[in-house]
């Protein structure tokens, strides 16, 4: 073999060798995916050290009076959680379920099917990465007592308790009606007022509209009174339901709607908002709102009619609960005059309210007669679910959170320059052995999230690359601390990947000295905050200091406070101050990557967040102090 011959053959050998080298190497595109994290949006990356970080659990008692629900507000890292269950008598826990993450990041699962007495529960993370499974800390363990879970008899129902008579169609197979559920209302003097627990069908209040029409000549009082009563009951159960004098109508009625009175009554469990949302039972022609996003079990709330009526122009309960007027008895979609209405509200008196469809849903009520089912022995007519609607039930006084309070640093907050700084008050969120963790008590300073430079220079801001951090470790803790003080707070390593729905990117971890909170920090329970963001939880609310106002702070005016934007202290709360948690801006502007979550006046977190440009929103910094000196 020539050399030229050898060279070529030489070269060749090589070429395979290096391209099988490359082939062994290679991974195609998709094989990144495959290496995800489970149960996070598509390109979210965490290192194999990342932990599962220690979820927050709140207990609550269901509709059904035998359940429990858990609701899981903290879940840095996880791919699901383990869910460990004491029962009463018990001496350990035991798992009852291992829940797979849906994506949220508060998720909850309910335990049916229990018996009296009280039940100890506690939920740890878990990551799958790999094939391998990472399991975090627990949570701290939560308690909850039932009782009287045994199913009352009909003649113990009260407001609140749902009960089963007649039947109606409700579903869209033809497999017959299914059974109504009706709310108890009242149980008095042997009288059983009932509301039906969903909106049944919709329609006008009348055939056509003219300012005459009431109540008592309206076509959906006959409706009610002939077709469904006929419909919903057989002769005997209608037997027992009593005629009612509405005097407030001058009709007397077996089936017949609430009356604007009636419709806002403690008594009758119907003083909230809440309490009031009318959700339906089937598909039908009405219009719905998703409140889904707040209450899953209101996703398909509708309005509702109420017989109270004025010129032609009737009541009625909103998607959101609210009591309007104005409403016109008759809506002709195809009509020049027709005007839509998207919101979720209602106009006022002197306005006229019309709605994208041309209907409003029923939602009947009527009396039964107690000591005549009683007396004729028929009580198997009303099946006793079992279930109690907690919305109308008496409301509970929310627990008083009994903070502890530190002074930590100081700095100017009666906005006097000349008698020197004063004492920062801290609210001490969680305490260990050797640290404990500081939320200012009252917003020191304002500031934007970002200048403007920032913008410029950044596709997207996050907190890492932000002035209000810089402002934060720099201006403010040089300002604020001694170097003794300095000493003492911690380096805190911060995830930043806590973020509510939209699985928006929150830019890399960070190490600080001095922190805003996060969303997710502001719903923890072990902090002492409710875990639902759209609650005006008094415990999020937060006064300005002197100081903060005078910096622009967007504060309250004085002369005319709100009643519900008073603070524990009673102060006048803030209108918004600072989370480090991306935000979402609500008209659309996805791209622009500028806004951050806040905390509302009222004490609700606003994930859809300000714009970080402004300059009105307060500063409540968030420290670890040490309880050893470094």
Not at 93 to 119: A, H, M, R
Not at 130 to 143: A, I, L, W
Not at 380 to 404: D, N, Q
Request: with cysteine.
């Amino acid at each position: 073999m020539n050399r030229i011959s050898f060279n070529k053959m030489l070269a060749t050998i090589l070429s395979v060798i290096l391209v099988l080298c490359m082939l062994s190497s290679y991974q195609p595109a998709y094989a990144e995916e495959e290496d995800e994290w489970e149960g996070f949006p598509s390109g979210f990356r965490i290192t194999e050290s990342s932990k599962p970080g220690k979820p927050a659990i709140t207990l609550e008692t269901c509709n059904d009076i035998t359940s429990v629900n858990i609701i899981i507000s903290r879940n840095e890292y996880t791919s699901g959680y383990e869910i460990m269950m004491k029962a009463p008598g018990a001496k350990k826990f035991k798992k009852i379920k291992t829940l797979k993450k849906e994506g949220q990041f508060i998720q909850s699962y309910t335990v049916k099917n229990l018996k009296e007495g009280t039940y100890s529960f506690k939920v740890r993370g878990y990551l799958k990465y790999n094939g391998k499974t990472v399991k975090g800390e627990y949570s701290n363990v939560r308690d909850i007592t039932l009782e009287n879970t045994g199913i009352p008899d009909i003649g113990e129902v009260k407001t609140g308790d749902v009960v089963q008579f007649g039947a109606w169609e409700q579903d869209e197979d033809k497999d017959g009606k299914e059974p109504l559920e009706w709310i108890v209302l009242s149980n008095k003097d042997s009288k059983l007022f009932l509301l039906s627990r969903h909106v049944i069908a919709a329609d006008n209040m009348n055939g056509t509209y003219g300012k005459k029409v009431t109540w008592k000549k309206s076509s959906l009082r006959k409706w009610l009174n002939d077709s469904f009563i006929n419909t919903a009951f057989d002769s005997e159960q209608a037997g027992f339901i009593a005629s009612t004098k509405l005097k407030d109508v001058k009709t007397t009625d077996k089936v017949f709607l609430l009356s604007k009175d009636e419709v806002t009554k403690e008594e009758y469990g119907l003083s909230s908002n809440l309490a009031r949302i009318g959700t339906v039972s089937h598909k039908f022609p009405v219009w719905t709102c998703n409140y889904a996003y707040y209450f899953p079990e209101h996703s398909n709330a509708c309005f509702w009619w109420l017989r109270t009526n004025k010129k032609g122009k009737f009541s009625a309960v909103s998607c959101g609960g609210d009591v309007c007027d104005g409403v016109r008895c008759y809506f002709d979609y195809y009509d020049d005059d027709f005007e839509y209405f998207t919101g979720h509200y209602c106009e006022d008196d002197y306005e006229e309210v019309t709605l994208e469809k041309s209907n409003l849903g029923i939602r009947p009520a009527l009396v039964v007669d107690l000591a005549a089912l009683k007396s004729a022995g028929k009580d198997s007519l009303i099946t006793v679910k079992g279930e109690r609607i907690k919305a109308m039930l008496p409301e509970t006084p929310a627990p008083v959170v009994e903070r502890e309070t530190i002074t930590f640093g100081s700095y100017d907050q009666d906005n006097n320059q000349e008698n020197g700084a004063e004492p920062i008050e801290w609210y001490v969120l969680s305490k260990t052995g050797t640290e404990m963790t500081l939320l200012s008590k009252y917003v020191l300073d304002c500031q934007p999230f970002a200048t403007d430079e920032e913008q410029d220079k950044y596709d997207k801001v996050f907190w890492e690359m932000s002035s209000i951090r810089r402002w934060l470790n720099d201006d403010f803790y040089n300002t604020a601390f001694s170097k003794d003080e300095q000493n003492r707070i911690k380096l805190t390593k911060l995830k930043n990947s806590d973020d509510r729905y939209y699985n928006s990117d929150n830019g890399n971890d960070t190490e600080d000295k001095v922190f805003l909170p996060t969303a997710l920090d502001m719903l923890n329970p072990d902090y002492g905050f409710n875990y639902d963001e759209s609650v005006n939880d008094i415990e999020r609310r937060c006064a300005a200091t002197a100081y903060a106002l005078e910096k622009g702070v967007w504060g309250y005016d004085p002369e005319d406070p709100a009643e519900d934007a008073m603070t524990t202290s009673g102060e006048l709360a803030c209108q918004f101050w600072w989370l480090r948690s991306k935000g979402y801006d609500l008209s659309g502007c996805w791209s622009l990557n500028i806004y951050f979550a806040a905390v509302g006046n009222y004490g609700a977190v606003s994930f859809g967040g300000d714009p970080l440009w402004y300059d009105i929103c307060g500063v409540r910094p968030m420290i670890v102090v040490s309880l050893k000196d470094e």
